[in-house]
């Protein structure tokens, strides 16, 4: 078993909360957190959960701020100046909206159906959610699997599937690539969100959209898997351009 350094850290709380009941490995440190795999108190419904664990804020790396939360406004102005400047705790109020971020996307597109892990509870600094692999294997991201053409054209598909049905839900992921993409059984699951922007606010919405299915398209056009972005991203903005402006039932009704 793992022991991790921080006494009074996520951790205990999650064992407190009778969540899990011990750290089994790490899975990966990564620049904005470290990932662990835990054995799960059966009553979450899971056998093993991964905890997102993110850094201390002085070892974290913050994504452009103005990029993401364009569109965003925070009312009590205390935080908004702290954050301006960033003041010590402007960074901590920052570093819980960047968890805070992941944990409402993550509930927001498990509810919907998306291929996202199931967030299961969340801390300042900590997320536990569902575990995508096997006891003894954490689930490969998508850069170091070698899929044949057709399971290339398959994986693929389900990306730009997986991109429209969180565009529906507003969501862009905003940082996706094939580091944040893991495959098992055959089936996508798309992590790491907490840059995630909603493209009803976010003047930036298209272009992030437009590079995250770029850099999809280029990861499966070395699988043979051909396909032009550019009107990818057109008929995606396209569809939900309409959709935000013409009510479901109205479309239902006039069967469009
Ligand atoms: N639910 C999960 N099940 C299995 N493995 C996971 C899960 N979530 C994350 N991982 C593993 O941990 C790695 C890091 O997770 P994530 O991308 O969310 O964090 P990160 O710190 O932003 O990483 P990076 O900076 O490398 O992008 C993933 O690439 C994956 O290998
Ligand atoms: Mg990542």
Redesign the pocket.
Known sequence: METLENEDSSFHYFIDEGLITDVVRV?????????H?CRANPATGENL??L?L??PLDRR?FRDESLYRDGEWIKERRIRVALEKRTRFGREVQGSIWVNR?WETLTALSEGGAPV?RPIAATHDAIL?????DAEM????LRSVRPDRDEAQDLFEQLIRAIEMMLFRNVIHG?LSA??V?VWDGRV?V????QAVDPRKNRHAEALLERDVTRICEHFERYGVRSSPKSIVSDLWTGWTFAELVPEELRVELEL
């Open positions: 899975i990966k440190t990564g620049k904005e957190a470290s990932v795999q959960v991964a997102k993110y850094h790396d992941e892990p959610m569902s575990y995508v692999g954490a689930a490969p991201q940082d580091y944040n893991l699951t992590i790491d969100l907490p």
